[in-house]
Nanobody, 119 residues
Framework: QVQPVESGGGLVQAGGSLRLSCALSGRTSNSYVMDWFRQAPGKEREFVASITWIGGGTSYADSVKGRFTISRDRAKNTVYLQMNSLKPQDTAVYYC????????????WGQGTQVTVSP
């Protein structure tokens, strides 16, 4: 059993930066992939970024490429999302989710952390 717990959200002005963390309790697996999603009010949840636990391979949504960076610290069992050049449209609740490599179903979700970007 793995429980992701997000932190690091808050209020920031446009152009600013935030770093989100996703701490993973329990035993992680080399077959895991960690994804960040976000959901704005009245909108569908959307994929933001992904990283494989063992190899560190990454992928990003087009809307955040060049501004967001996903990384992981295996010793700390933590995944990070560094968000730079934030825009008001980045305002959302950000979620960390865990799935197995090659599968699309998610095994675990965090509770989310609110990010608000003011104009």
């Amino acid at each position: 059993q793995v429980q992701p717990v997000e932190s690091g959200g808050g209020l920031v002005q446009a152009g600013g930066s935030l770093r989100l963390s996703c701490a993973l309790s329990g035993r992680t697996s080399n077959s895991y992939v960690m994804d960040w999603f976000r959901q704005a009010p009245g909108k569908e949840r959307e994929f933001v970024a992904s990283i494989t636990w063992i190899g560190g391979g990454t992928s990003y949504a087009d809307s955040v490429k060049g501004r967001f960076t996903i990384s992981r610290d295996r010793a700390k069992n933590t995944v990070y999302l560094q968000m730079n050049s934030l825009k008001p449209q980045d305002t959302a609740v950000y979620y960390c989710a865990v799935r197995k490599l090659g599968l699309t179903e998610y095994d675990y979700w965090g509770q989310g952390t609110q990010v608000t970007v003011s104009p």
